[in-house]
């Protein structure tokens, strides 16, 4: 595996391959965050510790793994100890009051032909989010890095430091309870 | 459990491109000739598609650049923190070295050199020597610590916010 240059450097303590990387990696690791705490002011605490995490720890990284792991994992440790610390009920448990709650992500507007597709796709998309949103942190994570980060099994087991097998099973039950959740809200597949 | 619902359980992870090769393989044939997986399958294939379509919430810029900001004060605060402690080590090497190369330059110093070169020293002039000279040591050792400490204080002081 390629060592990544920038990884290099910041090791040897270059503030450009600091600006470099967080450029880089700001909004995968922004929306990681946000989609684990669900809070944008707390995403936003937990992205500035990750990065400070990432300054004091660079030195024990060892450069032969893969850096995209190494950092993902420093941001689930935090948030996780944010979310133990502030919100203990949510690692299990939805948000009471996230199924109506708007999210940042819903504010974002996307690339459709016309306005009715993209009245369409908007709404689809608000409807998917809200419906991650209500779901136990570990499904919404495992959703997050597979489909939006786009990280394979492997990787994701290298991030929750979960076996494989545990990764496929929390992916599978995931997509049930989200497709669950869709099909109660909106019967005969509406939403769709 | 049937082979119908071995695939059946696959499904979900087959549209979120989960298997292994071989798993894709089985799910592939299975879904050919059974048309309530190869529904079900269909029905999974919008939501892992608009999944992988969510919209990215983006960082603001102030964000980002208070991150930096705070990031790069802290690795400059660790180079010097670093770079001190190799001083430190440096300093305390060469304060040893000193230590050791000033035993015989004390000993010519107070001429008493020649008894160091004598196996066997009488118990007077060992302890007038050697005290002397811890004491001499010590001394030194205690002005460098209290010099230690005080430009610790010192920085300590000038890091602190205004």
Redo the contacts between chains.
Sequence with gaps: MAVDADVVRLRR?D?NA??EL??RY???L??YL?RIVRQ?AEA?DL??QT??R???KIRSFDASRNFDAWLFTLARNLAIDHLRRIHPQSLDEPLANSWHSE????R???KDDTPLDHAL?AE??TE??EA?AGLPMMYREV?TL???D?M??EEIAQVTAAPVSTV?SR??RS??Q??YV?EARYPG?TW? | MSEHDKIR?LL??A??D?LTSAEEKQVAEHVRSCIACSNELG??R???S???????????SW??Q???A???A???E??EHDWNRRVMIAVVAFAWLLTIASWPVFHVVTGRFGGLLEPQLSHTRFSYTWISFAAFTALGWLAGGVAAVMLAVRQRGERRPA
């Design positions: 303590g503030l600091l600006s967080i450029t700001q909004n995968r922004y929306r946000l944008p936003e992205f500035q990065w400070l990432v300054v004091e999210t940042v992500a819903d974002i507007p996307c796709a689809r998309r998917i989010s991650m959703l597979r489909f939006e786009e394979n099994i496929k992916l599978r997509l049930e989200l497709r869709l597949g769709q | 359980d979900a992870l549209a979120a989960a029905a999974w919008p939501i892992a608009e999944l992988h379509r969510l919209p990215t919430p983006l960082p603001s964000l980002v208070s991150t930096l705070r990031a790069e802290k690795l400059t660790q180079a």
